[in-house]
Nanobody
């Protein structure tokens, strides 16, 4: 069983930046693919970005060029650097972990491929 603990987020002005962290309790085959999803109020949870254990990353079009995912394998931690934030980025952000196919099957944005989830952290962007 893998536990994911998110931190970071909070309230930010539009155009500002913030960084989210996701610490995994272990580095196993169940964490070969790490991702961030977000869920705005009244909407479905959608994929934002994913990163494979080899460092390849995939981004949703809505965040390309503004968000950057990175990982520190020694710390079992994944980071999401969020720049040029917009009010539409307001959401609860969830860290997710899955096996290698979650990233490399071409459908990294599918929630069902991730078996472990964090509790979520709120990001609110004000205009």
């Amino acid at each position: 069983q893998v536990q994911l603990v998110e931190s970071g987020g909070g309230s930010v002005q539009a155009g500002g930046s913030t960084r989210l962290s996701c610490a995994a309790s272990a580095y196993t085959t169940d964490t070969a693919c790490m991702a961030w999803f977000r869920q705005a109020a009244g909407k479905e949870r959608v994929g934002v970005v994913a990163i494979g254990s080899g460092g390849s990353a995939w981004y949703a079009d809505s965040v390309k060029g503004r968000f950057t995912i990175s990982q520190d394998n020694a710390k079992n931690t994944v980071y999401l650097q969020m720049n040029s934030l917009k009010p539409e980025d307001t959401a609860t952000y969830y860290c997710a972990a899955g096996q290698w196919y979650a990233c490399y099957s071409g459908s990294w944005f599918l929630r069902d491929d991730y078996h472990f989830w964090g509790q979520g952290t709120q990001v609110t962007v004000s205009s």
